[in-house]
């Protein structure tokens, strides 16, 4: 929107989709390996105790495919640390299946919003290590800078894909990537871009597990059974895995998209991000309640009219049980299922929401509902959930997304099939 032009409100639709996941490189495989109810979950002993010696929790959810990096031009690729890169595969594949012609891109009408809890960790550790080590700074490669810098990865999917319209960064922890795609959307949908690609990344070190475990929310007790966690619900959860991947949305509005003759895959209806002013640890029960139903009402909507919950339930303690007590002081009348995506691919934070919105549309699209793995003795505090142990075959039509965040950041967002 240029100038004084008049605001305008757009319908937003979904028109690609691309993941590196701890299952690989693909969208379609990802999800391929959550229908067949498989884990990414390994241990990560033999690679992380050259880093840290006394982690609790020594699972993780590596990518398994190993990337090839010389995909990418070397010019680009000395300014990107693991975080853009994985953006990057994400970002290439969504473009591919929107089929978005490449003169599009700088054009000006096309923007960015990509999120990560925060730059190449890998990058970050090469830095400070030569640092520590010596005392010295000039040995360290000029280009690290952009490695690690916090919006590494929308910055160079920019630079990569010319693109010269908006180009955001939401760093936002566990919310980062659905906050992302909430903010893409608003931009569409109010006219400011005609086209965003959105979502988020993040990248497993050892540093990143020791963070979490620093604050007791890994899971412990599993190191040696490493597929039985992260366990979402389940009574006997311990804390959370965390992963890596990258997640990327083509979303355009309904002129752009019917203008190219465009596939719909979805059409985002709703959103809402908003906080809790309470905790900095978790987000508690009551905001996650207002963040929900104020995305039902961005939306038009009734709860009645919801289809399916992809819950965050990341398997912490506390987490589970207010996201569970707010779903049901919202949802409790109309028994709308709910499952978490967490037990496949263990937590990949900044790029949690984006993966786990693309196996919901995918499942709109199959007409099932992957069940929470896991999960088999649900928490007391949980049972009053309508959980999925199953796939189970379902006319999906309207579907919620919920992420939360530390510093008690919650977002919502929802997607719609059939296009009126």
Known sequence: MEGNQKMQINRVFITGMGAVSPFGLGAEKMYDHLRAGDSGVRNMKSVWQEYVQDLMCWVGAPVAEKIDVKKIPRRYRKLMGRTAILSVLAAQEAIRQAQVPEEILPSGKVG??????????????????????????????????????????????????????????????????????????????????????????????????????VVQGTSTHFNDSPTKTPRPFDRDRDGTVCGEGAGCLVIESEESAKKRGAKILAEIIGF?????????????????????????????????????????????????????????????????????????????????????????????????????????????????????????????????????????INTALLIRRDIP
């Open 112 to 213: 960015i919003c990509f999120g990560s809890s925060m730059g190449s960790i890998e990058s970050m550790e090469v830095f400070f290590k030569e640092i520590i080590d010596s005392g010295e700074s000039h040995q360290i490669p000029s280009g690290i800078f952009f490695q690690v810098m916090s919006h590494t990865a929308a910055a160079n999917m920019a630079h990569i894909l010319g693109v010269t319209g908006r180009v955001l960064a939401t760093n936002a922890a566990c919310a980062s990537s659905l906050q992302s795609i909430g903010i893409a959307y608003e931009n569409v949908r109010c006219g400011m871009q005609d086209m965003m690609l959105c979502g988020g990344v993040e990248e497993l070190h050892a540093y990143t597990s020791t963070t979490f475990d």
């Open 272 to 408: 809402n991000t908003s906080a809790s002013g309470e905790q900095m640890s978790h987000s508690d029960a009551e905001s996650i309640a207002v963040c929900m139903k104020r995305a039902l009402d961005s939306a038009g909507i009734e709860p009645s009219d919801v289809d399916y919950i992809n819950a965050h339930a990341t398997a912490t303690e506390l987490g589970d049980v207010h996201e569970a007590q707010a779903i049901t002081e919202i949802f409790a009348d109309h028994g709308v299922p709910v499952s978490s995506l967490k037990g496949y691919m263990g937590h990949t934070l900044g790029a949690s929401g984006a993966l786990e919105l693309i196996a919901s549309v995918l499942m709109m699209r199959d007409g099932n509902i992957l069940p929470t793995r896991n999960l088999e003795n649900p928490d007391d505090a949980a049972k009053m959930l309508r959980h999925v142990t199953k796939i189970e075959p379902a006319n999906l039509n309207i579907i919620m997304k919920n992420s939360f965040a530390f510093g008690g």
